[in-house]
């Protein structure tokens, strides 16, 4: 798409995206976390480019916690969460 959009410089950036998102995701991937956005995080750099793609990533980790954070409270599990952090830590 970003070909027939921009030509080879599309092709650069699409590259440009997909491959720090993919070193990012990959390991992410192995070690059981973010399954979900390990096709789409790598494709969405692929359409976007690199410095979209890094916002993109910080904007969606931020609602992943508020929405950890939402269901914790919701399903009364907050105290067990921050017990396991503590834990961890």
């Known amino acids: 798409m970003n070909f027939a959009l921009h030509g080879w ?14 070193l990012f995701y990959v390991p992410l991937f192995l070690l059981g976390a973010m399954r979900s956005d390990m096709k789409l995080m ?21 609602l992943r916690g508020f929405i950890g954070l939402l269901l914790a409270v919701v399903k009364d599990w907050l105290a067990k969460t921050l017990h396991n952090i503590w834990l961890i830590l």
Request: glycine fraction near 14%; charge should be neutral; hydrophobic fraction near 60%.
């Open 9 to 22: 410089s599309g092709v650069a950036s699409a590259v440009e995206g997909r491959g720090p998102a993919l």
């Open 42 to 62: 790598p494709a969405a750099g692929a359409l976007i480019g690199l410095a979209n793609w890094l916002v993109l990533f910080l904007l969606t980790s931020m």
